[in-house]
T-cell receptor
């Protein structure tokens, strides 16, 4: 199957700093990627849809100035948590649909990035 | 929009069958999915079923779809300790995939 990789796997930062998380499709081109946030023992909350070469589409309630998304190439989307605070601590996961998954809608997920803000 | 609900916790003994249930609201979902998430990792697609099918079997996994009741289930035969994970039911709500809250499966040796 298609491979999606996230980096870093975990990051600890001080309050007020910005953190960038990368999501890469390793063996396919992804025009669209999705960013989720997962709280402990809870489901995935879709934050935004990242579109290559254009602005991301944010879900209601997600601050676009807080969570900056850039999808500059067909294999890379980045999520930057700006001026992070402890309440931003969470598990962030990205996903993408490969061309082979277009028909079935199958999503391929990254390994997730655990952010802890002190 | 699509809403997906599932029970939060299931505990079974090793070797028994596990049945995880899910209900959804949007009958227009073309595909319905089961994803598995192991601790500290992303999700991995286990299986999916096309909406015009009633059943799909894949080795130890059996998916049953009742479109009338909008009910989806995943049966894992001969459950092993390695099956301990969170299982997410999902459907397509337009372009987006909508996930249930996840069922945490705990397998006792």
């Amino acid at each position: 199957g298609a491979v999606v990789s996230q980096h870093p796997s975990w990051v600890i930062c001080k309050s007020g700093t910005s953190v960038k998380i990368e999501c890469r499709s390793l063996d396919f081109q992804a025009t669209t990627m999705f960013w989720y946030r997962q709280f402990p023992k809870q489901s995935l909350m879709l934050m935004a849809t990242s579109n290559e070469g254009s602005k991301a589409t944010y879900e209601q309630g997600v601050e676009k100035d807080k969570f900056l998304i850039n999808h500059a190439s067909l294999t890379l989307s980045t999520l930057t948590v700006t001026s992070a605070h402890p309440e931003d601590s969470s598990f962030y996961i990205c996903s993408a649909r490969s061309p082979s998954g277009i028909r079935t809608g199958e999503l391929f997920f990254g390994e997730g990035s655990r952010l802890t803000v002190l | 929009g699509e809403d997906v609900e599932q029970s939060l916790f299931l505990s079974v003994r090793e070797g028994d069958s596990s049945v995880i249930n899910c209900t959804y609201t949007d009958s227009s979902s073309t595909y319905l999915y089961w994803y598995k998430q192991e601790p500290g990792a992303g999700l991995q697609l286990l299986t999916y079923i096309f909406s015009n099918m009633d059943m799909k079997q894949d080795q130890r996994l059996t998916v049953l779809l009742n479109k009338k009741d909008k009910h989806l289930s995943l049966r894992i035969a001969d459950t092993q300790t390695g099956d301990s994970a969170i299982y997410f039911c999902a459907g397509t709500g337009g372009f987006k995939t909508i996930f249930g809250a996840g069922t945490r499966l705990f397998v006792k040796a």
